[in-house]
């Protein structure tokens, strides 16, 4: 068969770890269960998708808003198998966050993902403003992997297990209006709840 893909992407190698293969390269993709490879390979044809964000696998950059969170960059090993995850800190007890506002077009879907291993604390938050000023949410639970809740009905969320990481998502349509879109990730320590302490932190990538 034929396909075509005008940019280097990411495949699942035999060894369980993602990986980055040439423009024009099929991606033959093995399958994960529980974080770990189970089959054989298949080839990973998708629809066309852009990446909205820049600096997307270096959150020290200024590019990025931190939000009474510090950033360590190359703290950990990655979903890839470098050492180039960040821990994320908090510095302070309530919404400590990095954010970032995307330029995207009207009435149209958007997904906001990370990928994350459990540090001192075990939950995530993904938020995710649309143009309209409403704020999807979605609460990860990463020790048992799973979606704990959501806020005002974002069009899908998902979790998926990497090794000792989860990929979360959270998709919205933005719809249209002249409030600015805002994808933040925020540490959590429950379902529903970013109360944190000083110091609580996560480990994140991509």
């Known amino acids: ?3 075509s893909r005008g940019s280097a992407a990411t495949r699942i190698n035999k060894d369980g770890l ?4 040439a423009s ?5 993709n093995y399958p994960l269960i529980d974080g770990v490879v189970n089959g054989c390979p298949s080839h990973l ?3 066309e998708r852009l990446q909205k964000i820049q600096y997307s696998e270096d959150f020290s950059q200024s590019y990025w808003t931190k939000n009474v969170a510090t950033i360590t960059p190359n703290n950990a090993i990655s979903p890839n198998g470098t050492l180039n995850a960040s821990k994320i800190e908090s510095s302070a ?3 400590s966050r990095i954010e970032i506002l995307p330029t995207v077009s009207d009435n149209a879907i958007y997904t ?3 990928f994350v291993k459990k540090g001192s604390l075990n939950f995530i938050s993904l938020n995710l403003r649309d143009k309209t000023g409403v704020t999807r949410v979605a609460y990860f639970d ?11 009905s974002p069009l899908s969320t998902s979790i998926e297990r990497f090794g000792d990481y989860y990929r979360v998502s959270i998709s919205v349509n933005v719809g249209s209006g002249g409030t600015s879109v805002r994808a933040q990730f925020v540490l959590a320590s429950a379902d529903g709840n970013v109360n944190v302490s000083v110091g609580d932190y996560l480990y994140i990538y991509g």
Do not use: A, K
């Not at 990463?142 to 005002?152: A, D, F, M, Q, W």
């Open 1 to 3: 068969f034929d396909f």
């Open 18 to 21: 993602i990986e980055t293969v």
């Open 24 to 28: 024009g390269v099929s991606r033959l």
């Open 45 to 47: 044809l998708e629809p």
């Open 93 to 95: 007890t309530i919404n």
């Open 112 to 114: 906001s993902s990370i």
């Open 142 to 152: 990463i020790n048992n992997g799973t979606v704990s809740s959501t806020i005002n």
